[in-house]
């Protein structure tokens, strides 16, 4: 981020990290630290991925960052 990127990445919440929340939360921590937007990269399927673009949303909502992320692709 301190390179200058404007976009905190993440993919896989639940499937690479095995922990949803506290990964989604980080994202959103980083974003905040850095004044940046968010773009998560999704394949986890079913439940878990409704699941997973249900908390983003929630917390994008409660970062008070509409408009400034991303579910970039969802399988």
Do not use: K
Not at 23 to 32: G, I, V
Not at 46 to 55: A, D, E, P, Q, V
């Amino acid at each position: 981020m301190r390179a200058g990127a404007n976009y905190v990445g993440g993919v896989d919440p639940a499937g690479l990290d095995g922990q949803v929340d506290a990964s989604l939360e980080a994202m959103f921590e980083l974003s905040a630290e850095f004044q940046a937007g968010v773009d998560l990269h999704l394949h986890d399927p079913g439940h878990l991925g409704m699941y997973t673009i249900s908390r983003f949303a929630d917390l994008t909502q409660q970062a008070g960052q509409s408009g400034r992320t991303a579910v970039s692709h969802a399988y």
